[in-house]
């Protein structure tokens, strides 16, 4: 188990996040229209997987809202968030803010948390997920990954998108 905190408080995950070389474990998770979008389907392209436990707090929307902007707009990537907020949750919010270059990806019916040992197993938000971010290439190997030590804090943008060059 890896450890983070929510407002200083130490929270357990349910493990580790896939380490830098690994082969990223596969998910199926659902887009706004229900549909099944899983990391096979994206096979080819950079993916930014940016974890995070629910698009109704201001860091998860603040950093969905960067994503889309910055690594959306770079060749040959595909940005996905997830969470286990529900999949109308995630549309509601994508037509609200007008974000169409992310694929916000609803983790609600699967083992997503688990598998990217981001489950919260305590504390207040236990269920959902920390907050994380895996890059990986066209192959599936693991280029970055990082666990925000902080639930509030932001991920580091920065060193995301350098793992993308």
Do not use: W
Request: net charge negative; aromatic share 6%; hydrophobic share 45%.
């Amino acid at each position: 188990m890896a450890q983070v905190l929510m407002r200083g408080t130490p929270v357990q995950t349910s493990g580790n996040l896939p380490a830098v070389g690994s082969i990223a474990p596969a998910f199926e998770l659902l887009n706004a229209k229900l549909e099944t979008i899983s990391l096979a389907s994206l096979a080819g392209k950079k993916v930014v997987i940016s974890i995070f436990p629910s698009i109704d707090t201001a860091t998860c929307a603040l950093s969905t809202r960067k994503f889309n902007q910055q690594a959306a707009a770079l060749e040959g990537v595909t940005v996905v968030t997830v969470s286990e907020d529900l999949p109308f949750a995630l549309g509601r919010f994508c037509a609200t803010e007008g974000i169409d270059n992310v694929h916000t990806l609803s983790a609600f019916r699967s083992s997503f948390g688990t598998d990217y040992g981001v489950a919260l197993v305590d504390g207040p938000l236990r269920g959902l997920t920390a907050r994380a971010v895996v890059v990986v290439d066209g192959s599936g190997n693991v280029l970055h990954s990082e666990l925000v030590a902080e639930i509030s804090d932001e991920p580091n943008y920065d060193a995301a998108l350098a793992a993308l060059a």
